[in-house]
T-cell receptor, first 112, second 113 residues
Framework: GENVEQHPSTLSVQEGDSAVIKCTYS??????FPWYKQELGKRPQLIID?????GEKKDQRIAVTLNKTAKHFSLHITETQPEDSAVYFC???????????FGKGTRLSVIA | DVKVTQSSRYLVKRTGEKVFLECVQD?????MFWYRQDPGLGLRLIYF???????EKGDIPEGYSVSREKKERFSLILESASTNQTSMYLC????????????FGQGTRLTVV
């Protein structure tokens, strides 16, 4: 089955700097890659997703890139703010009715 | 506003007890999931369901079962709770038929003593 690896497990950045989180997946049939953010004590929430027919997607300070050949995708956060501090999870799925397989998460700390 | 509601935020149970974790969603979603969240291990899928009375095993089903008698409700059952089932349990739901957002419940932190 699908396996998703996520790095780094922890990341500290200065406020205003950029943060990058990387994920790799094993099954070349995967075609949907969402990112979830979980603030302390709260539920995970979708922040951005990308499908395999797209190489990059942006939403304000957040962007995701996908390299299907290398089977990896990344989350980029620019101009980080303290409220970006959270655990971020990447995920992958093969088809619409296949459950998401999550990475182990990255704890991002933005230092003011 | 999508709501996925888990019946308890915190639970403490004794070893050997039968434990029921309930999840209800109000958006008529076909798909429902139970994940377990442990530090350093991420979100691991226990069971999922794509329709009423349907269930499929996830990656870590041992020691668990599920029930889906109604579309909006998905229950996770620990047949005989053990200390290694102490964890945060997250329920999620999504629409069928494509890659759609999974909405999570607030989680149930279960402690087995």
């Amino acid at each position: 089955g699908e396996n998703v690896e996520q790095h780094p497990s922890t990341l500290s950045v200065q406020e205003g700097d950029s943060a990058v989180i990387k994920c790799t997946y094993s099954d070349s049939a995967s075609n949907y890659f969402p990112w979830y953010k979980q603030e302390l004590g709260k539920r995970p929430q979708l922040i951005i997703d990308i499908r395999s027919n797209v190489g990059e997607k942006k939403d304000q300070r957040i962007a995701v890139t996908l390299n299907k050949t290398a089977k990896h995708f990344s989350l980029h956060i620019t101009e980080t703010q303290p409220e970006d501090s959270a655990v971020y999870f990447c995920a992958a799925s093969i088809s619409g009715n296949t459950p998401l397989v999550f990475g182990k998460g990255t704890r991002l700390s933005v230092i003011a | 506003d999508v709501k996925v509601t888990q019946s308890s935020r915190y639970l403490v149970k004794r070893t050997g007890e039968k434990v029921f974790l309930e999840c209800v969603q109000d958006m008529d979603h076909e798909n429902m999931f139970w994940y377990r969240q442990d530090p350093g291990l991420g979100l691991r899928l226990i069971y999922f369901s794509y329709d009423v009375k349907m269930k499929e095993k996830g990656d870590i089903p041992e020691g668990y079962s599920v029930s889906r008698e109604k579309k909006e409700r998905f229950s996770l059952i620990l047949e005989s709770a053990s200390t290694n089932q102490t964890s945060m349990y997250l329920c999620a739901s999504s629409l069928a038929g494509g890659h759609t957002e999974a909405f999570f419940g607030q989680g149930t932190r279960l402690t087995v003593v």
